[in-house]
């Protein structure tokens, strides 16, 4: 090869390195402000959009003159990847022509979102088997930027720091707003479950790392100590920031993950630790506490003192609000309520009412429209789009948009993810070993809250999921040299 083109090709190298460092601390330190919005639909073009779409084709023009191209489509995960692809662009093009399930324009750009956020993967795999750089160093920065989130998240609730939330329409416009004393901390992310589930990710992934240090040979020297003892207050401010959002699966995800990293590290004391302190949390009373009690008293028990007007004015308010659902609550009398909107039936208690619609929308509209939309096209769904918003639940969410098809291509990129972690975990050792346990923690708690939030759709979230992946996927790979066969 030519040195002028050795060279230009080494230019590409530091320029993709940086812009990859720039995703890793835009993404989630950038509010969602919106930068283009699309005509005719709630769809916005942001700022990272513009930076992850310049790191690609900086990519694509690399590996086309590097002559890497052919490589890449002789990987197998990315061969699944381009599976995936091709099966959401073939769900899409039935439902526009077809089944016209779809507004074209807004399908198609759903479905390039998807790709957008997906080829992260590939790309994080590729910088780190291929550019000079280190994990650690990429594991310092994370870790700098989680203290970030942590600090603008207290500063909102002690500080009064503004908030950027994409709740509804008019706020996804970009409005600036402050938090009431009812509200819970989103940090720099457009709403608290976003906040939430990356908070859980980092503490998982963290929970692994700490224990290599705590297990090293030298961890009574100085240096590591500070390190030990960093992680730790780390991992107790991400805790106590992600109780403030009362987020109630992300938590309980959060707990599973950590337990499941210590039981792979067989830690049996730490284990019995971390369950009297989850303890101790569901005891100090807190939003998350009240939420978790009205998750059994309400969508368990269906027990719950229900709303009737005691008044005329009640009544005339009460017309206009429609009941979220037939009230099937054991206890009920006639009492006035705190929320404006409330509908005969409904829980009087603001906690109860806020976590039985949060369920009920769920089993009564969104999963049932997600199960109507597969029954409607098994194979490849009624397109990306087709089902709203949101579905909350990444499962149906999928089976209904792409189908069977695209919902097996999706998974087996996790398969591919999940057998390469556990491959490392048992065979190898050192920090390698310990990282290996952390990814298996994180997946599997991105994983289980999938079932009840749209994880893969949120923006914030997956683009940081997907190209953390790679780049520990990367660096296992090159650090074991084996493929993940």
């Known amino acids: 090869m030519p040195k002028l083109m050795q060279k230009l090709l080494k230019i590409f190298e530091k320029t993709i390195s940086f812009l990859i460092l720039a995703i890793i601390m835009f993404v989630p330190l950038y509010m969602k402000f919106p930068s283009t919005n699309i005509p005719g639909t709630s769809v916005a073009i942001r700022l990272e959009d513009f ?48 089944s016209h399930s779809v507004i074209p324009l807004i399908g198609i750009l759903h479905y390039l ?42 500063g909102q609730r002690l500080l009064g720091f503004p908030s950027i939330s994409t709740i509804n329409a008019e706020l996804a416009k970009g409005l600036i707003r402050f938090l009431t004393p009812a509200d819970r901390v989103n940090s720099t992310f457009s709403g608290h479950y976003d906040l939430a589930i990356f908070l859980m990710m980092g503490i998982s992934v963290i929970s692994g790392i700490i224990f290599y240090f ?51 590290m067989k830690k049996k004391k730490v284990l019995l630790a971390t369950f009297f302190i989850s303890l101790l949390v ?58 404006p909107d409330i509908a005969p039936g409904e829980p009087v208690n603001t906690t109860d009412l806020g976590v039985y619609r949060s369920m009920d929308i769920r089993t009564k509209v969104e999963w049932p429209r997600a199960i109507r939309a597969f029954i409607e096209n098994p194979l490849l769904g009624t397109g990306y789009s087709s089902l709203g918003l949101a579905t909350d639940n990444d499962f149906l969410r999928s089976l ?4 069977l098809l695209g919902t097996i291509s999706f998974i ?31 997946t599997f708690a991105v994983l289980l ?22 780049l520990v996927f990367g660096f296992m790979l090159d650090k074991n040299n084996v493929s993940y066969d």
Do not use: C, H
């Not at 061969?79 to 073939?90: R, S």
């Open 51 to 98: 930076l992850i779409f310049i790191t690609l084709f900086l990519w694509f023009i690399y590996l086309i003159l590097s002559g890497k191209i052919k490589s890449m489509f002789k990987d197998k995960l990315n061969q699944v990847i381009l599976t995936f692809f091709f099966i959401g662009a073939l769900s899409v093009f039935t439902a526009i022509f077809v």
């Open 113 to 154: 979102r998807r790709v957008e956020m997906l080829l992260l993967l590939p790309l994080g795999i590729w910088a780190a088997r291929n550019i000079k750089g280190s994990i650690y160093f990429y594991l310092f920065v994370v870790s700098i930027v989680i203290l970030l989130v942590n600090l603008y998240a207290l």
């Open 214 to 264: 705590i297990d090293s040979k030298n961890r009574f020297k100085y240096p590591i100590n500070i390190k030990i003892l960093g992680l730790i207050l780390l991992v107790a401010l991400s805790l106590v920031v992600l109780i403030m959002t009362a987020a109630r699966l992300s938590f309980v995800a959060t707990i599973l993950a950590v337990f499941l990293a210590l039981i792979l």
């Open 282 to 339: 569901l005891i100090y009373p807190t939003q998350l506490r009240d939420r978790l009690f009205a998750t059994v008293t309400v969508n368990i028990q269906r027990d719950w003192k229900s709303y009737f007007a005691v008044s005329e004015d009640q009544a005339k308010r009460s017309r206009l609000n429609i009941p979220t659902l037939p009230s099937v609550g054991k206890k009920t009398e006639t009492i006035g309520a705190d929320a």
């Open 400 to 403: 209904g948009e792409v189908g």
């Open 412 to 442: 087996f990129i996790f398969i591919i993810l999940i057998r390469k972690y556990i491959q490392v975990f048992r065979k190898s050792s050192g920090f390698v070993r310990y990282l290996a346990v952390g990814m298996l923690a994180m």
């Open 449 to 470: 809250n999938s079932t009840f939030i749209d994880v893969f759709e949120a923006s914030k979230v997956a683009f940081i999921f997907w190209i953390f992946n790679g």
